[in-house]
C-alpha cells in the first residue's frame, strides 16, 4: 500500500522560505514520477512542479524561478523549496506519485496516490 505524507506547512510573511516534505513508503522513488500540486478553496488542484523518475523536472510559470523540487532517493523524501513567497502562494499542497516514470508535471487525473495536503499561508 502506498502512503505518502506531507509535512512543514505553517505561516510565513511574504517574501520569506518555506521548505514541505514528503514522505513515501510503498512506492520505489528511483522509478517514479512525482509532484507537487496546490489547491485554493473554490478552484481547481493546479500543478506546481513536477519530477520524473530520470531526475527531469517541470515547473508551473507562477513559482518558476522561486520553487525547487529535489528528491532524496536513500530517504525516500521528496523536497518543495519555496523562496520569495507572495500571498497568492497561499494553498494547500499535496504530494502526488505515480509508478510511471515518464511524467512530469501531468494533469492530476495521471497520478494514482496522493497525501493529505499540507497548509501553507502567506501574509503580506
Known amino acids: 500500500q502506498v502512503q505518502l505524507v506531507e509535512s512543514g506547512g505553517g505561516s510565513v510573511q511574504a517574501g520569506g522560505s518555506l521548505t514541505l516534505s514528503c514522505e513515501a513508503s510503498?512506492?520505489?522513488?528511483?522509478?517514479?514520477?512525482m509532484a507537487w500540486f496546490r489547491q485554493v478553496p473554490g478552484k481547481e488542484r493546479e500543478g506546481v512542479v513536477g519530477?520524473?523518475?530520470?531526475?527531469?523536472?517541470r515547473t508551473a510559470a507562477a513559482v518558476r524561478g522561486r520553487f525547487t523540487i529535489s528528491k532524496d532517493k536513500a530517504k525516500n523524501l521528496l523536497y518543495l523549496q519555496m523562496a520569495n513567497l507572495k500571498p497568492e502562494d497561499t494553498a494547500t499542497y499535496y504530494c502526488?506519485?505515480?509508478?510511471?516514470?515518464?511524467?512530469?508535471?501531468?494533469?492530476?487525473?495521471?497520478?494514482?496516490?496522493w497525501g493529505q495536503g499540507a497548509q501553507v499561508t502567506v501574509s503580506s
Open positions: 502526488a506519485a505515480d509508478k510511471k516514470s515518464w511524467l512530469l508535471l501531468a494533469p492530476e487525473a495521471s497520478y494514482e496516490y
Open positions: 519530477i520524473d523518475a530520470y531526475g527531469t523536472t
Open positions: 510503498g512506492i520505489t522513488y528511483s522509478s517514479a514520477s
